[in-house]
């Protein structure tokens, strides 16, 4: 079966065509600037030239045919009808408590996603528009939604609620939910493969490292606690995003520095973290680049991302009691050795040893750690769309 998988923001939409037989990618692309002017279609078949179109997609619905019309066309086509697309993956964002696992849609389950819109306001209603928008285009076809807070719900109440009154969880649901979850999934299982042993037993910390980031503790195949919370602005310094921070920053803000609420958060959202730190960059390559020439901005970035790594690796060896394997995954965790290095820098105390040639890989699934570490360290790219793919097939058989 021919799966597409969908991840749909407000203004725009990447895809992907999956083969699930044979699991390889067939063709992907991203409409981009849908509903304003310039919009425009990237469209890659496998092995292929990327090709651009400047075309108007007043709407996601639009965006979805000229997606359809780029994956069947005759020259770059990747199928020859449309009826061979099986399903349907969505990723959605937030599931709230009521979605501990991936669901086939329907509408008992939009009303949830909706329900869910006040928690991830950027993310959820746009996650929704793509659904509508594949429902018009494509109405026979079975459709999946995977969730990113999904494989977090596992997490137990110790770990799950803040320290405030009760009744904010009890009457708004304020508490950690937790996110990139269909990543941490696919990472910890396939750690669990590549170690050979039982995902049931074993206790593995996964360092998703992209633009947002966040660590999640696996143990015994459950995730039991996670860096992001109630919001994907919690826990690591990330490219623009803060992280954990004192609340009373944010009073002394409005207070001292006379920013609204809407400045604060824009601010914690898109110009703090790496970028804030720097004043560089939030790219990795650039914090890099800028370090080597003795930049002291660029350096200082680099030092607080890689301390708040390990501070977390750290708490999740106590949480978890002990680790077996730490995986580091997505833009920065795969192509970063500096920044694995640094960070595995300070778990010596974990009989952690890196290997130097091992480590000097981007992009590669491979073993990072000598053959004398206590703790087997991995590079392990990661692969949100096979997952939601595999997941898709698995409801929809
Ligand atoms: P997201 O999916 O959250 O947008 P990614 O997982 O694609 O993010 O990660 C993007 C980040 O990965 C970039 O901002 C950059 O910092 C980092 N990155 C990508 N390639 C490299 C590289 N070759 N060296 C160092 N960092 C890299």
Known sequence: ???????????????????????????????????????????????????????????????????????????????KDLSEIGAIGHRIVHGGEKIAQSSVITDELLQIVEDCNDLAPLHNPANLIGIHACREVLPQVPMVAVFDTAFHQTMPEHAYLYGLPYELYTDHQIRKYGFHGTSHQYVSKRAAQLVGRPYENLKTIVCHLGNGASICAVKDGISIDTSMGMTPLEGLVMGTRSGDIDP??????QKKAGLNWDEIIDMLNKKSGVFGISGISSDFRDLEAAAEKNDPAGK?????????????IGSYVAAMNGVDV?????????NGPDTRA?????????????????NAIRGQEKLISTADSKVKVYCLPTNEELAIARETVALVK
Do not use: W
Request: with cysteine; glycine share 10%; hydrophobic share 40%.
């Open 1 to 79: 079966m021919k799966v597409l998988v969908i991840n749909c923001g407000s203004s725009s939409l990447k895809f992907q065509l999956i083969d699930s037989a044979t699991e390889a990618l067939l063709a992907k692309g991203l409409c981009e600037r849908i509903g304003l002017d310039g919009s425009q279609l990237v469209y890659q078949p496998e092995g292929g030239e990327k090709e651009k179109s400047l075309s108007p997609m007043p709407t996601h619905t639009q965006a979805v045919s000229l997606v359809l019309a780029a994956l069947h066309n005759d020259k770059t086509g990747v199928i």
């Open 248 to 253: 009373g920053v944010l009073d002394f803000l």
């Open 300 to 312: 200082r970035a680099l030092d607080v991302y890689e301390y708040r790594v390990a501070k977390y």
């Open 326 to 334: 730490i995986c580091f995954t997505a833009g920065i965790g795969e």
């Open 342 to 358: 640094n960070v595995c820098a300070y778990l010596g105390y974990l009989g952690i040893e890196i290997d130097k040639e091992a």
